[in-house]
């Protein structure tokens, strides 16, 4: 998966005050960036090797009434300006877009040619959190709710979540915070946790735990993130972050084959389902050849027969509806690709032989 590099792409906790950060019974109260005079946020080009650089200055009028400008390099030279009403506290950029928070709860959306999208978005909080990827654009506000709208199509994708279900317990603080090019919103916090929201499930999604109990006993721990490609993808950004409780977890675990197999389990059908989650192909389809390498070392057949059956699909004409695409990787492909780690080991040739017959089939028919 690509991100438009950005100098901003991870809004880190460093760089705002944390410490008006409160929690209230059901509310929230996040903090607001305080004003400055200038901003950037820098884009890299990567197809024509140009270095855009996108500025924001507030009060940059001569004496009387200030203007605040926002200013739209490549190479040095300034392409476009646009001016604001409204002081900017928050700058995001992406190749597709520009976007600034403002001081009034105005959201102001300019296109990569400095022209205006659409008229301000006012909002019923200030802005704490801006980030934009693509088309897509994600505000936190400082009320804790939560938005994602794709400009292209000018439509909200997510509406005003509240963050208090993942922000509730223990105090902590947002710690970065990223939208995909999917359009989907990524929140890492101070503990290490990190989570996505699922627009089908209408829910928070965790995709690393606190303290990764399960990663810290799993005999597979960090061996699949390094497979799933030469440049670590998103899932690999937010366990490298996670909190883990080291050595005494790893000693219990080995004490106990039994719970360090249930832990591998769970941490390898963990990292399968988070890249899903997130749709991170490469890492999707690392994570899923690692597990059922791991399952088929451990004569787990259950568990085998319950995945190939997934991807196989049905093979006669049926009613049921059933996709033959994962992330836009076709599921009997990747059964084949799975086979041969199921045949490697010798106790199950039967079920090698029984799901690679079937394929066969499907093949010729």
């Not at 005999?219 to 950004?237: E, N």
């Not at 780690?341 to 394929?359: A, D």
């Amino acid at each position: 998966m690509q991100y438009d590099a950005i100098t901003f792409l991870w809004q880190s906790t460093t760089d705002r005050d944390t410490s008006s950060q409160t929690y209230s019974g059901s509310t929230l109260q996040l903090p607001v960036p305080k004003t400055q005079r200038l901003l950037q946020a820098t884009i890299s080009d990567c197809a024509e090797n140009h270095q855009v650089k996108v500025i924001l200055e507030n009060n940059c009028g001569s004496a009387g009434r200030a203007l605040h400008t926002v200013k739209y390099s490549c190479d040095g030279k300034v392409v476009w300006a646009a001016a604001l009403e409204s002081k900017g506290i928050l700058l995001a950029a992406s190749r597709n877009i520009v976007c600034v928070g403002c001081e009034n709860r105005s959201i102001i959306v300019l296109s990569s040619g400095g022209r205006h999208l659409l008229p301000s978005m006012i909002m019923s909080s200030s802005p704490s959190l801006l980030q934009c990827t693509a088309h897509y654009v994600m505000l936190i506000t400082a009320d804790g709710s939560m938005f994602v709208w794709n400009m292209q199509k000018q439509e909200a994708i997510v509406k005003g979540v509240s963050l208090l279900p993942v922000l509730f317990g223990p105090p902590a603080s947002i710690q970065q915070a990223l939208v995909t090019d999917l359009g989907l919103p990524v929140v890492s916090l101070s503990t290490g946790a990190s989570y996505t929201y699922s627009l089908g499930l209408s829910c928070w999604l965790q995709l690393t735990s606190k303290e990764g109990l399960n990663a810290a006993c799993s005999s597979q721990h960090g061996s699949l993130m390094r497979d799933s490609g030469p440049k670590p993808g998103l899932l690999h950004q937010l366990h490298s972050m996670q909190k883990r409780r080291g050595k005494e977890m790893q000693t219990l675990c080995k004490t106990s084959p039994a719970l360090q197999q249930a832990s591998t389990v769970s941490h390898l059908e963990g990292l399968v389902a988070a890249a899903l989650a997130i749709g991170s192909v490469q890492e999707y389809k690392a994570c899923l050849l690692g597990y059922m390498r791991y399952l088929s070392q451990e004569g787990m057949e259950s568990r085998l027969r319950e995945v190939c059956d997934t991807l196989l699909g049905p093979t006669y004409k049926t009613a049921t509806e059933w996709n033959p695409y994962v992330l836009g990787l076709k599921k009997r492909q990747l059964l084949q690709d799975v086979l041969p780690l199921i045949g490697s080991n010798l106790q199950f040739q039967r079920l090698y032989t029984e799901y690679q017959r079937q394929l066969d089939l499907l093949g010729k028919t």
